[in-house]
């Protein structure tokens, strides 16, 4: 057995749940296994034998911890039919972080200077004494900024632009490192470097800044535990000096600059600082890290002083350079996603400027990276290069949330599969401390509806509960009793109108349960139900006589195909249509929370409200036969998918009637963001798979493969971003980074490859693989909490080959072409049936498939 899991920590060092919940997975080769019971021994106490099957997220079952108690945790099963446990999993160590206010002795520090004119970053430290005899040492930092510790020569732990970005007013992330070895006998030196970050760099197209305070400052309290049982601390108070260093200028849309020539000096006392911010938190998502490297794909000499470095894959980060030189050699980096005309296209980033510059100190091979900014490109030009710029001295620094791999998927189509993996380097681009709409320009914000429609891709793909589960505890702080869900969380002021926006808002009502149904994880819901709550009393508020939504401000289908570039609201499909279905989902939605967490009363005025609000949809936006007066994909597909017509007939003639409009469109995609997730489902539950897999291979513009044959590597955030002659959308809005229309890969994982859950966490397996399209083969693996599943398929002649593994603890219902379904438990299972292509013997319809 692998050693336990706490909570959805990857790393339990310093985690603030008091009673953090167990999961452990089981590694057997025997069919069908199934466990029985567990037993849970924390520092050698053991719980006894608890009779029970779960596995996920199982209870503490010992006493709450403390601030900085360490428990070690083992478990071991006993499996149906076996009088004898399994032998002890491997140990895991979950040590507490600082839980209590009073724990915190340090306080808050910057620099002296109140200038307007310099915000420059600034270096902060100490010296302190360790007295032989040293046991552990432990250091519990944050900042109103972002910050990077040091002890003497040695960079503290691996986190990048920490503490991340969060509602700082309502909460502020700390981190705790395990210092021990970076320290000797004798003096020592802490130091602090920081910068603005989020916290009062210019943020949002507006680019103001401070927008939480208005000084930066640094919370650090090192412990040091000694042998003899005494304990001795190193705090930020005001014994700490301050001093400008090297770093001239930091800030995460502008880059960094960087003069290596000049060594810290004129050290002065630090001032005490007292920010507005929230409670003091351990993290609950993983922090951002590097994750990968990658180097230059190709360099083209643009002239004596220029080159320009293409790194074959758009992503975020930034670089990492070695050069020689002589010292005062500035070298400039520039970046961007595409090219225009074979340089750098800027437009699209807007005002973000994305310029690093770094100053040789003259004194031999020197490495650099910028600390504190990060950036989205594929392209770097760099000017100022000393002689010829080996390709071996430049490397592209991957930079994401430190999220476990999770799934993957791969078909017989190339374009299919490129598809796929642009769909997760979008991910990766845009899972930097906050679930953001892009990775590069003046915005980078938190999207509520574009990580609403993209929540289960997310979760398939990456281990990506912790991530979304805390900025959801943002969503949470920052919803008003009015249920008023910003567009965007953290939620900073912009030109942007707040309003009741569906598809946005929903977030509330969708996302926890994704968690739920995908991570066997109730916790998001839990916490976020009174928020669902509110934000459907909310959009409650907005219905008329007619139990519908008619008036006020919405942005409906965003970013429809037919929408002009500067006007993305303005979508084919009535925004009111729009709202109506979310909010009769969203009712839905709400009332099986409230069945979860044993609100009976909630959930059954819950479902009347969506049979009210199914009825006024029925009324004011579908014809007697089942026509949307929207005639629409996104209507259509939201009708269906949404389940929001009166019997087969209506959804037989709607499925018709939206293949029409696929055919009629020549296979091109029609829809935005509300539509989008899901069409290809409303054409397979209505018997059309043939057009859905038309639909996903189509390659003229506008499609899922438009931009895979114009060399995409990320998901655009326009169907069009990059017109067929090479030339850049004229919108003002044009990202080569965007997750959100990449919620079709979702669609590949349950329909072409066959793997979906049937019960949360996986616990029991759908498996029913649709082919199609031309497609020999697909495959699917997904690591669910209770271990490996994965589906293959292969046809062969008249024969479809099928292999399908199941977790240990689990069971599949396998549903293949033309044969009932059949039950599996774990394990692994060949089967074949005959089969033949769509196009010479159409699937049946499927029964609607239930989006709530």
Not at 296 to 310: E, Q, Y
Request: a negative charge; hydrophobic letters at 35%.
């Amino acid at each position: 057995m692998r050693a336990p899991r706490i909570e959805h920590h990857d790393h339990p060092l310093g985690v603030g749940e008091r009673a953090p919940r167990l999961s452990w997975q089981v590694e057997t080769v025997r069919t069908g296994w199934r466990q029985q019971a567990y037993e849970i021994q924390i520092n050698g106490q053991s719980s006894g034998r608890t009779d029970s099957a779960d596995s996920v997220l199982v209870p503490w079952p010992g006493p709450a911890l403390i601030s900085r108690d360490q428990a070690t945790v083992r478990v071991r099963v006993w499996a149906d039919g076996d009088a004898e446990p399994s032998a002890w999993s491997e140990a895991t160590t979950v040590e507490a972080g600082l839980l209590e206010h009073d724990d915190w002795t340090a306080v808050f520090v910057g620099s002296a200077d109140s200038s307007d004119g310099d915000r420059r970053p600034v270096l902060l430290q100490r010296e302190f004494t360790v007295r032989p005899g040293l046991l552990e040492a432990r250091v519990y930092a944050t900042a109103c900024g972002v910050y990077e510790l040091r002890l003497n020569t040695s960079r503290v732990g691996e986190d990048v632009l920490a503490p991340g970005w969060t509602s700082y007013h309502h909460r502020l992330p700390y981190q705790t490192y395990d210092v021990t070895g970076l320290l000797s006998t004798g003096a020592n030196t802490i130091s602090g470097w920081l910068a603005d970050g989020w916290w009062r760099g210019e943020y949002g197209w507006n680019r103001v800044g401070e927008r939480y305070g208005a000084d930066t400052a640094l919370l650090a309290q090192l412990e040091l535990r000694y042998r003899d049982g005494s304990i001795e601390r190193v705090v930020t108070d005001g014994t700490w000096n301050w001093a400008y260093g090297p770093i001239q200028r930091s800030s995460i849309y502008d880059g960094e600059h960087h003069d290596a020539r000049i060594e810290p000096a004129g050290w002065s006392p630090v001032q005490v600082r007292k920010p507005t911010v929230g409670e003091l938190t351990a993290p609950t998502g993983p922090p951002v890290r590097r994750n990968q490297t990658l180097p230059p794909a190709d360099v083209t000499r643009l002239d004596d002083g220029t080159h320009l470095l293409d790194f074959g894959q758009n992503l975020a980060g930034r670089l990492r350079i070695t050069v020689s030189g002589p010292a005062g050699t500035e070298i400039n980096i520039r970046h961007a996603e595409v090219l225009e005309h074979g340089r750098l296209c800027t437009r699209p980033i807007r005002t973000a400027v994305a310029h690093d510059v770094y100053v040789l100190a003259g004194t031999g091979p020197e490495t650099w990276e910028p600390r504190f900014t990060y950036h989205g490109f594929r392209y770097a030009e760099i000017t100022g290069w000393p002689g010829d710029l080996d390709p071996a001295d430049v490397v592209a620094v991957v930079c994401h949330d430190d999220m476990p791999e999770a799934g993957t998927f791969s078909c017989s189509d190339p374009l299919i599969e490129r598809l796929h993996e642009n769909v997760r380097w979008s991910m990766r681009g845009n899972f930097v401390s906050v679930p953001t709409d892009c990775p590069q320009r003046d915005e980078r914000l938190g999207w509520t509806g574009d990580l609403q429609v993209f929540a289960p891709t997310a979760a398939f793909l990456y281990d990506a509960t912790g991530s979304i589960s805390d900025w959801l505890t943002d969503v949470v702080s920052e919803t008003g009793a009015d249920g008023l869900v910003p567009l965007y969380v953290p939620h900073i002021e912009t030109d942007f109108t707040q309003f009741h926006c569906a598809v946005w808002g929903d977030v509330t009502t969708v996302v926890p349960l994704v968690l739920f149904d995908r991570a066997g994880d109730p916790g998001p819901v839990l916490r976020g139900y009174d928020t669902a709550r509110a934000w459907v009393e909310g959009c409650r508020r907005l219905l008329n006589e007619h139990h519908v939504i008619a008036g006020g401000l919405q942005l409906g289908d965003w970013l429809d195909p037919a929408a002009p570039p500067d006007r993305p609201q303005q979508a084919l499909t009535d925004p009111y249509l729009v709202a109506t279905a979310y909010l009769a989902r969203s009712a839905r939605l709400l009332a099986r929370q409230a069945r979860l967490i044993g609100k009976a009363d909630d959930a059954a005025e819950y479902d009347l409200l969506a049979d009210r609000v199914t009825a006024g949809f029925r009324r004011e936006f579908v014809t007697p036969t089942g026509r949307c007066v929207s005639d629409t994909q996104t209507a259509h597909a939201l009708a269906l998918c949404f389940d929001l017509l009166d019997g087969d007939e209506q959804r037989e003639h709607a499925g018709r009637r939206l293949a029409t409009l696929v055919r009629d469109g020549e296979f091109r995609i029609g829809t935005g963001f509300a539509g989008t997730p899901l069409i290809l489902d409303a054409l397979t539950i209505t018997g059309h798979l043939e057009e859905a897999y038309r639909l996903l291979l189509e390659k003229g513009c506008p499609s899922w493969l438009y931009p895979v044959t114009m060399g995409a590597t990320t998901i655009w955030e326009r169907w069009d971003s990059m017109l067929p002659d090479g030339s850049i959308n004229s919108g003002n809005m044009t990202s080569f980074n965007h997750y959100a229309l990449g919620a079709v890969a979702d669609w590949l994982h349950r329909t072409v490859a066959g793997l979906a859950p049937a019960a949360p966490g996986y616990r029991t397996l759908r498996v029913r693989p649709l082919p199609g399209g031309g497609l020999t083969w697909a495959e699917a693996r997904h690591l669910t909490p209770y271990g490996a599943a994965s589906v293959r398929w292969r046809r062969e002649d008249a024969t479809l080959h099928v292999e399908v593994s199941v977790p240990p603890g689990c069971d599949a219902v396998i549903e293949l072409p033309g044969q009932e379904p059949i039950t599996a438990g774990s394990g692994a299972h060949t089967l074949t049936c005959a089969y033949r292509a769509a196009a010479d013997d159409p699937i049946a319809p499927l029964p609607a498939r239930r989006y709530f």
